[in-house]
């Protein structure tokens, strides 16, 4: 097995959003490399079983809603109290397939808290711990390929992976040539929960074909941590998609995106623990 470690001992990372999907396969990805865990979600049971997946390293749990103001402050003073976080992920969030005006606000209120303001403070509370540390660190946050235009039916939260790309690749410029890279990783349609959870709709046979496994995903974005990548799409046609969106109006970007994505569904799923 092949190892990650400082001077000090293994490294340590804080994934958030860890219980199932992306999340969880980025646990067992960086378990691989021999870094310590501190895995958390709202689920213990689903931490649980995700935590004895990830063999040959220290995993520790800690239970947060993340959708909650000061939720992060929390979760950043219980994951250092084992040691320092030499990499954190942000990978919580959750979208809807609905019309902006068919969601109640409370869900959209949670909806920018979990995927932007969380993970803003996170990532605030971990630069200023690297500030005096010499030792390599890495952020990686997780957007989507619709963090390049807009998407019907999934305005909302297209928007939010917009600022979270948009944010990663300035922090990653502010931090060039410093022992902390930032990196950004924006996966297309990925075989998760996700499509369930958020309602999603009868896809076009373009979307089927560029979907991706969440093992996949989650070793596309650990290899470019660890290579310093800036900002990286995973699948080939997940690549095209968007590097071509920039020839097109984003009028008319936004059009095939709602033929690509096809309709939402009749209900909308309660939100669940994540």
Same mark, same amino acid.
């Given at each position: 097995?092949? %190892? ?17 999907? /992306? ?16 895995? &958390? ?19 520790? *749990?800690?239970?947060?809603? $993340?959708?909650?103001?000061?939720? =992060? ?11 320092? *976080?030499?990499?954190? *992920?942000?990978?919580?969030? #959750?979208?809807?397939?609905?019309? #902006? ?7 959209? =209120? ?69 022992? $902390?890279?930032? &990196? ?12 369930? =959870? ?7 046979? /373009? ?6 496994? =969440? ?6 974005? *650990? ?7 800036? &900002?990286?799409?995973?699948?080939? #046609?997940?690549?095209?998609? %968007? ?32």
């Amino acid at each position: 097995m092949s %190892t990650y470690t400082s001077g000090r001992t293994a490294k340590r990372a804080l994934v958030t959003g860890a219980s199932s999907g /992306i999340g969880a396969a980025i646990a067992r990805e960086l378990a691989a490399l021999g870094v310590d865990l501190v895995l &958390t979600a709202r689920r213990r049971d689903a931490l649980d079983a995700v935590a004895a997946s990830c063999k040959g390293v220290k995993v520790e *749990i800690v239970t947060a809603d $993340l959708g909650k103001p000061d939720a =992060a402050r929390a979760l950043w003073d219980a994951a250092t109290a084992g040691g320092p *976080i030499d990499i954190l *992920i942000n990978n919580a969030g #959750f979208g809807y397939f609905r019309r #902006f005006d068919e969601v109640d606000w409370a869900r959209d =209120a949670e909806l920018v808290q979990l995927n932007m303001t969380s993970l803003v403070q996170l990532a605030r509370c971990f630069v200023d711990a690297r500030k005096t540390s010499t030792a390599p660190a890495h952020m990686l946050n997780i957007a989507s390929t619709g963090a390049y235009q807009s998407v019907p039916n999934m305005a909302l939260y297209a928007a939010s992976k917009a600022f979270v790309r948009n944010f990663s690749e300035g922090l990653h410029d502010e931090h060039r040539g410093t022992p $902390l890279s930032v &990196t950004c990783i924006c996966p297309g349609g990925t075989e998760t929960a996700f499509h369930a =959870a958020s309602g999603g709709g009868d896809y076009s046979w /373009i979307a089927n074909a560029s979907t991706k496994s =969440a093992d996949f995903v989650a070793h596309a974005a *650990i290899q470019a941590m660890l290579h310093g990548k800036r &900002t990286v799409v995973p699948g080939l #046609f997940n690549k095209l998609s %968007t590097f071509g969106v920039r020839f097109l109006s984003r009028q008319f970007a936004s059009r095939v995106a709602t033929q690509v994505l096809g309709k939402p569904r009749l209900a909308l799923p309660a939100r669940k623990g994540a």
